[in-house]
């Protein structure tokens, strides 16, 4: 019997590739979950690094009135990249990071589900963001905000082309984000290790749960209302062209349908780390696990009903404004209950203070001072008020970054030494949190009085005499000190990158399954699965006599630390970067159907999008070894 081989032109990659060229072919072709999460990770911090320029730029053309540091077009456009990229480029990439190496090791895997789509999915994140970063070398990056409001993002009134960009580059990224969304999806219900029923789950995977549901369901209704601006734009169609016979408003009930959502797509995984690090610094188990795992889905199934709270000032009538008003102000109810079981953790705990349990503790402080703003914007009348001012602006921005960013590199010191095998400066670390603390105090919190002064979000620049003179200065003063908090921190990556691999399998004395095997991991992650008894199943090998029952004691380095295992792991593949390629290339040629090169462009991203898929289809997991073929 004959088996159908699809032909190929490049020869599968293999592992032992050596040499820069090899090595790079090696980090392309790779389908390890561990090294996509890196290349995430190091992508969308590149990203911070420009969303943060961008974000410099913005404060230092706000720090005094009449400014002339920005043109109010490129000022536009600098707002809107910077929602843009920080949004999509860093907070989701960088929570992605986190899904694809800890996912795997707290569930007792060897990798995800589906290797290669993993590949795929982060492939298409980097052409999505490198092509919506294009339009600043085309002569005009996006200009209508991150919502892009139509009618101010269609064509008659904004015909350049960097609405397109935004368009397109925002398409791509949802397909990688749906792409990861499936897969993390069937990873968690069917790679768990023997044992481990759902709630014995860590609760990091519980909230990469929930935040993978609303990827899956929240991103098809994005990509429906791009569809329709692309076609309103690029075929002149009228869905949001209100002289046609379109609706304007329609556009904003599609994005912030998917919006709301959104904002919990990026928190949730901030409040799934904080859950692991308190109980490890605390030595104490997540107090109220049920509570916890429970309101983080009532989040995420609130988060439906809630987007019309961005529409209070539109005119949608009493009626429909006092139901989002009551929704609104319920979403508050589960987050409560998450921060009461978190203080509940630590309270009456052995804590042990290091930079990620600072990062954890400011989370929630910073947090709790945005829900409180939150809370304001429920109630129509004081939303009224504070809509499109500074109030706002300061609202969004301690959820995002004060809840997100801080949570995010509360992570990162916490897995760090499980990534590399080294741990963090300590020293360098608390200075990291410290100067980004204030400094992100000193640039927000005055925008909360700015706001209610009356200060309008999204203007260029503004006159004298108007009393903002001072607060904009100060936070212009606190931009640049998170900026030096920053610069700390890539000090010390750079600083523990020269330093031994001394941080040793379990250095916080943790409690979950990753920390049972050797820092960094072996490419195959366990040599034998792991059965799961308790939640926090490491904890109690360690410490068999606080278990409910009989268990062994072991060690980190007794459990799963055997390197001289043979496992038979997916083989690397370059399907996935190809098709990633094609797709953006066929969205790419959509910028400009008048120019015959587009066509010639969408010929070969379909000719490559058929080559990559068939290959994809027939290629095996992994080839036949000789002895295979002997045998």
């Known amino acids: 019997m004959t088996t159908l081989k699809y032909p190929t032109f490049i020869p599968r990659p293999k592992e032992e590739y050596s040499g820069f060229l090899g090595t790079i072919w090696s980090w392309i072709t790779t389908v390890d979950h561990k090294k996509i999460g890196t290349l995430y990770g190091i992508t969308a911090f590149i990203w911070f690094l420009v969303g943060g320029i961008e974000a410099l730029l913005i404060r230092l053309q706000l720090y005094a009135p009449e400014a002339k540091v920005l043109s109010p077009e490129v000022y536009n456009q600098v707002f809107t990249m910077h929602g843009t990229t920080m949004i999509f480029l860093v907070v989701m990439p960088l929570s992605a990071a986190f899904f694809n190496w800890i996912v795997p090791l707290q569930l007792g ?230 921060i009461f079981n978190w203080i509940a953790t630590l309270w009456g705990g052995s804590i042990r203070i290091n930079s990620s349990l600072l990062f954890s503790v400011g989370f929630i402080a910073m947090f709790v001072i945005g829900g409180l703003s939150g809370v304001t914007h429920a109630s129509p009348p004081s939303d009224a008020q504070q809509q499109d001012t500074y109030y706002v602006v300061a609202h969004f921005h301690y959820v995002l970054f004060g809840g997100a960013i801080l949570g995010l590199f509360s992570g990162i010191y916490f897995w760090w030494p499980k990534m590399t095998g080294r741990i963090l400066n300590e020293k360098l670390g608390v200075a990291h949190f410290l100067v980004t603390l204030i400094g992100f105090n000193v640039t927000f919190f005055p925008m909360h009085w700015l706001g209610m002064d009356g200060m309008p979000r999204r203007v260029f620049t503004y006159p004298e005499g108007m009393g903002w003179d001072l607060s904009n200065l100060i936070s212009t003063i606190g931009a640049f000190s998170i900026a030096l908090g920053t610069l700390i921190f890539i000090f010390n990556v750079f600083f523990s990158t020269r330093g031994p691999k001394n941080a040793g399998n379990d250095p916080w004395d943790a409690r979950t399954l990753e920390w049972t095997i050797s820092s960094p991991p072996p490419h195959y992650n366990f040599a034998e699965i792991p059965e799961v008894k308790y939640r926090d199943d490491f904890w109690f090998k360690k410490y068999p006599e606080l278990a409910h029952g009989e268990v062994s004691g072991a060690s980190a380095s007794e459990v799963n630390n055997d390197d001289d295992h043979h496992v038979e792991m997916p083989d690397l593949s370059y399907y996935p970067f190809f098709l990633s390629l094609s797709i953006v290339l066929i969205l790419g040629s959509l910028l400009d159907l008048s120019w015959n090169g587009s066509w010639y462009i969408a010929g070969v991203g379909i000719l490559m999008f058929v080559w990559s898929l068939l290959g994809w289809s027939f290629e095996p997991v992994n080839e036949e070894t000789s002895n295979q073929k002997d045998h």
């Open 109 to 338: 895997a060897r990798d995800v589900a589906f290797p290669r789509l993993n590949a795929f999915s982060y492939w298409t994140f980097l052409f999505g963001g490198i092509l919506l970063n294009l339009s600043w070398i085309f002569g005009e990056a996006p200009n209508a905000g991150w919502f892009a409001y139509a009618p101010n993002s269609s064509f008659p009134y904004n015909p350049g082309y960097g609405v397109t960009f935004w368009i397109i580059g925002l398409q791509a990224l949802g397909v990688a984000s749906l792409a990861a969304g499936f897969n993390f999806l069937a990873t968690i219900i069917n790679l768990r290790a023997p044992g481990m029923t759902f709630f014995k789950l860590p609760v990091f995977i519980w909230m990469t749960a929930v935040v993978n549901v609303l990827i899956v369901l929240a991103f098809p209704i994005i990509t429906v209302a791009l569809l329709q601006l692309m076609f309103d734009r690029q075929f002149g169609t009228n869905f949001f062209n209100a002289v046609q016979g379109g609706d304007p408003v329609m556009w904003q009930h599609l994005f912030w349908f998917f919006g709301h959502p959104e904002v919990y797509i990026l928190i949730l995984p901030a409040m799934g780390i904080v859950s692991e690090v308190l109980p490890t610094f605390s030595k104490k188990p997540l107090f109220g696990y049920s509570f916890i795992v429970f309101s983080g889905i009532g989040i995420g199934f609130l988060g439906w009903f809630v987007w019309s709270h961005h529409m209070f000032t539109v005119g949608l009538g009493p009626a429909a404004n006092s139901a989002f008003a009551i929704s609104t102000m319920l979403i508050a109810v589960p987050t409560g209950v998450k």
